[in-house]
Antibody, heavy 118, light 110 residues
Framework: QVQLVESGGGLVKPGGSLRLSCATS????????MSWVRQAPGKGLECVSY????????YYADSVKGRFTISRDNAKNSLYLQMNSLRAEDTALYYC???????????WGQGTLVTVSS | QSALTQPASVSGSPGQSITISCTGT?????????VSWYQQHPGKAPKLMIY???NRPSGVSNRFSGSKSGNTASLIISGLQAEDEGDYYC??????????FGGGTKLTVL
C-alpha cells in the first residue's frame, strides 16, 4: 500500500533552518508529481511547493519563495524540503502529498510539525 | 493567489443532505475541471473525497458527490451520518499552474 512518512520537523528559532524528508513506498515514485502542503494550527491548507517527476518543474508559493527549496531523489523514493530563514508564520504541520495523474492529492503523509519560536 | 471561498460551517441532522459551496474565479474553479474535495478529521491527514469536479476515488461512499456551475463548485453529502462530521476543503488548479485551497468548512452532524 502507498505510504508517505515525513520526518525532520522540530522547534527552531526565527532565522534558523530545517530540512524535511518524506520517505515513500508502495508506488512508482518517479512517475508522480509530489508536493509539500502545510497547515498552520487551527488554519486551512496551503500548497507550499511542488516538483515534477524529473524535478525539471518546480513551484513555490510566494510566502516561501527564495527561502525554501524542494528536491527529490527518485533512486531513494524520497522528497525533501530545505527551509531557510524560518519565520514565526512558517509554524505549521507540513504534509508530504502525492499528486494523482491530475491536480488532486490522492495520498498524504501524517505530517511533521515545524515550530518557529524564540 | 487568493484562497477559494467556503462557508465557515454547515450542519445537518442524520439522514439529511447538505451542500458545501466553494467559490473562486474564472482563473481557477471556473476555468478548469480540476476541482477536488478533501475530508479531514481532527488530528488526521486530509482524505481525497472528490476529484475532477465529480469523480469519487475507489472506496469513497456514493453518498458524496460533486458538481460545478460557473465559478462555484459544490460538495453534496446525502444521507448524513455521524462519521461525516469534520472539516472539508475544496481545491482547484489555477492559471498560475498551482493548486489553491478553500478556507475550509466545519460540518457538524446534529
Amino acid at each position: 500500500q502507498v505510504q508517505l512518512v515525513e520526518s525532520g520537523g522540530g522547534l527552531v528559532k526565527p532565522g534558523g533552518s530545517l530540512r524535511l524528508s518524506c520517505a515513500t513506498s508502495g508506488f512508482t515514485f518517479s512517475d508522480y508529481y509530489m508536493s509539500w502542503v502545510r497547515q498552520a494550527p487551527g488554519k486551512g491548507l496551503e500548497c507550499v511547493s511542488y516538483i515534477s517527476r524529473s524535478g525539471s518543474t518546480i513551484y513555490y508559493a510566494d510566502s516561501v519563495k527564495g527561502r525554501f527549496t524542494i528536491s527529490r531523489d527518485n533512486a531513494k523514493n524520497s522528497l525533501y524540503l530545505q527551509m531557510n530563514s524560518l519565520r514565526a508564520e512558517d509554524t505549521a504541520l507540513y504534509y508530504c502529498a502525492k499528486y494523482s495523474r491530475g491536480w488532486d492529492f490522492d495520498y498524504w503523509g501524517q505530517g511533521t510539525l515545524v515550530t518557529v519560536s524564540s | 493567489q487568493s484562497a477559494l471561498t467556503q462557508p465557515a460551517s454547515v450542519s445537518g441532522s442524520p439522514g439529511q443532505s447538505i451542500t458545501i459551496s466553494c467559490t473562486g474565479t474564472s482563473s481557477d474553479v471556473g476555468g478548469y475541471k480540476y476541482v477536488s474535495w478533501y475530508q479531514q478529521h481532527p488530528g488526521k491527514a486530509p482524505k481525497l473525497m472528490i476529484y475532477d469536479v465529480s469523480n469519487r476515488p475507489s472506496g469513497v461512499s456514493n453518498r458524496f458527490s460533486g458538481s460545478k456551475s460557473g465559478n462555484t463548485a459544490s460538495l453534496i453529502i446525502s444521507g448524513l451520518q455521524a462519521e461525516d462530521e469534520g472539516d472539508y476543503y475544496c481545491s482547484s488548479y489555477t492559471s498560475s499552474s498551482t493548486v489553491v485551497f478553500g478556507g475550509g468548512t466545519k460540518l457538524t452532524v446534529l
